[in-house]
């Protein structure tokens, strides 16, 4: 297949934006930018468009898709009730990067959900993102646009190298605003739970709606604590290279990563380091990769899928990385990089 690369850095082009829609409408997917990550969208309530989604990106049939929507009365007929603290979140947070976990209606077809009676809705904050879901018919469904088990696209470049010839267009808005998916709050329990961190902190979730609790199995190795979302079972946004994350007082991660970098590189091995850009000059062994600054959080999460692919084109062995527990965005990051890492945390 033959993928058309719509550029729209500098705007939307009323033709290709109409020839995306109907690419949609006729079944078949376009990768698009949001504020978050780049998508992979199809017709959701065209079962068999969503199951293209599935074969594209080597998506486990039991990982349900986002279904992206541009305005709230479109919320409505995909849902069983809209729940007041879901209305209230809406108001609060729409157009944005939080995605609510609702009860389905019947209009959304179960293989969009991974047979679940629940679905997954966000209005995503992109004009590309908003034009691209009423030229499809006002209902995307969208899970990022990588392959399965690789860090989420925060370029089209990204969704290229992935997903070339396998998908009919791939609009290009630039490179994303905050680098990291949504925040995922399910809303069909008595206590709203977060399944997965996003921008959206609990802190900003708890002043509009009250209490909110973290999904207990969202950083859990015992099997009984499961997370409730399916994705976030996966040793998602995996790199080729082996991720140790490094944590403990500034002096001794540096002292501790550029010892450990000297020692693999000593014994062959291409390192790679993760560093904020306080810290980055302190090293002199491996390849040094400043994500963004502690002081401006969101430039860490900007860069980090950017930076843990850049590596696997560099055919990166080993990679040290600093933590980013910033006050905002660190939960989302440090989620993100402690699944990259499959759990291997140094304290130092
Ligand atoms: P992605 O868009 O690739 O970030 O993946 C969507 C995420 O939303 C995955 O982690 C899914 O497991 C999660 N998700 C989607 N629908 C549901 C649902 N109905 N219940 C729980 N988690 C969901
Ligand atoms: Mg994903």
Redesign the pocket.
């Known amino acids: 297949m033959n993928t058309i690369w719509a550029d729209m850095r500098d705007g939307i082009d009323d033709g290709l934006m109409e020839e995306a829609g109907r690419i949609l409408q006729s079944g078949g997917l376009v990768a698009f930018p949001t504020e978050t990550v780049y998508g992979l969208g199809a017709n959701a309530l065209d079962p068999e468009a969503s199951a293209k989604i599935y074969s594209a990106k080597g998506r486990p049939s039991d990982n349900p898709l986002i279904v992206h929507i541009h305005r709230l009365d479109s919320l409505d007929p995909i849902v069983r009730t809209v729940p007041r603290k879901a209305l209230v979140l809406a108001h609060a947070f729409w157009p944005g990067p939080l995605t609510m976990i609702l009860d389905r209606s019947s209009l959304v077809p179960s293989s969009v959900t991974g047979g679940l009676d629940t679905v997954a809705v966000r209005m995503p904050d992109h004009p590309v993102a908003l034009s691209l879901i009423q030229a499809g018919g006002g209902y995307i469904a969208a899970?990022?646009a990588?392959t399965s088990g690789r860090p989420?696209p925060t370029t089209a470049q990204h969704v290229r190298d992935d997903l070339n010839g396998r998908i009919e267009m791939i609009i290009d808005g630039g490179s994303v605003g905050i680098g990291v998916?949504s925040t995922i709050i399910d809303l069909t329990e008595t206590l709203p739970m977060i399944l997965r961190p996003g921008f959206i902190s609990i802190d900003m979730l708890r002043s509009v709606i009250g209490e909110v609790k973290m999904d207990p199995g969202l950083h859990s190795e015992d099997p009984a604590f499961r997370p409730k979302a399916p994705?976030m079972k996966y040793r998602?946004y995996a790199p080729r290279a082996e991720l140790t994350i490094v944590e403990g007082s500034e002096e001794h991660v540096r002292a501790a990563i550029d010892q450990l970098a000297r020692s693999a590189i000593s014994r062959g091995l291409t390192c790679g380091i993760i560093a904020a850009d306080e810290d980055a000059s302190a090293y002199h062994a491996g390849i040094v990769r400043s994500a963004g600054s502690r002081a401006k959080e969101i430039t860490i999460s900007q860069h980090l899928f950017g930076i843990l692919r850049e590596f696997d084109d560099l055919g990166v062995d080993v990679i040290y990385s600093e933590s980013f527990d910033t006050p905002q965005i660190g939960a989302a990051i440090m989620n993100r990089l402690i699944k990259a890492a499959g759990h291997h945390i140094l304290s130092v």
Do not use: F, L, V
């Open positions: 899970p990022s990588n989420s998916e994705g998602h």
